[in-house]
């Protein structure tokens, strides 16, 4: 069985503003060892959702995962870079705080869990689009934008595992341990994506549709990238893996019946019929041993977990909007169409 190649380093993408023109401006040079000139840019003049203010960030971010091919890896830890980038993440942070609004004293984690298992009965967002009478076309514009997090899946959340103790720790290794494909290269979910990729005749490379996704799917990758990379945000980060595998395992039974309705490649199927099963699994590890552990282990954490939920929730009701908006009117929901 031959896979699809996974490539190491992506190739920078295009600036599309002033800061992200800041940003790769800088990646092209070697990474001054001493370097503690500020980078200026106008962050305050900048939609946080825009797509130069995500694009940026995103740039900033994999940094910290593969880097750039012909980038000095001795950016990831430039002052100066660091200074320009807690500026993009306190912009986008005060963003989606708007998007999530106030969390009541009452509600709990629990409650907030057992909220998202509640599959409404006239659902009306992409899978049920894709599912009901979605075109090929549209089913892989979905794939393209969710390449940006499927080939780099359950790396965003694996920086939350030194921060977690006891039950909490060893149940999300558990879940991040069939993420990476429980011991088998060819199992590593991934890898699964960079097969669908290849059968349905897209670009597996990583990153490799970075030019071609609006901010939004950005935005999402972002959300997860910011909680994992912060200690600080530790709860949140919990929080929002645990809204990303209680939500899979319903979408991906959309996205099967999707994919079988529309006689889909088995690679294409098999990506999500994985996720049918791993998640419904998944989930009830990580409501009881993950965040229950976690929250009676760490009570101040229990309204970072409430956020971490609802941030995630927020992003991916924007990209769900976005993808509804183009379809609906007959658009590509993409920055450069497919064809
Ligand atoms: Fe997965
Ligand atoms: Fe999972």
Known sequence: MTLAPISLEPLLPQARGP?????????????????????????????????????????????HYRGFAGVDPGWEWNP???????????????????????????????????????????????????????????????FVHRSLYHLKEGDPHAWAIPRLTGQAKAA??????????????????????ADLMVAADLDATYLGYIDAVPA???????????????????????????????????????LVDALERLGAPEACVRFYREHVEADAVHEQVVRTDVVGDLVSREPALERDVIFGIRAHLAVEDRLADHLMRYWTSGRSSLRRPLS
């Open 80 to 142: 100066g870079l660091l200074h320009l980038r807690a500026q993009l993440e306190e912009a986008f942070l005060d963003a989606v705080r708007r998007d999530v609004g106030e969390i009541s004293a009452e509600t709990t984690a629990a409650a907030e869990m057992e909220q998202l298992t509640i599959e409404p009965v006239d659902g009306s967002g992409p899978s049920y689009h894709l599912r009901s009478t979605g075109t090929w076309e549209q089913m892989q514009e979905y």
């Open 216 to 254: 939004v799917s950005l935005a999402v990758v972002n959300l997860m990238s910011f909680f994992g990379l912060h200690r600080e945000h530790r709860g949140a980060a919990i929080g929002h893996f645990a809204s990303t595998e209680i939500t899979s395992s319903p979408g991906s039974r959309r």
């Open 172 to 193: 999300f290794v558990a879940v991040e341990f069939d993420e990476f494909g429980a011991g088998r290269g060819d199992h590593v979910h991934q890898q699964l994506f």
């Open 19 to 63: 800061l992200s023109m800041a940003v790769l401006e800088l990646l092209t040079e070697r990474a001054p060892r001493n370097y503690l000139a500020r980078v200026e840019a106008p962050v305050r003049d900048s939609d946080p959702y825009g797509i130069d203010l995500q694009l940026a960030l995103y740039v900033c971010y994999e940094l």
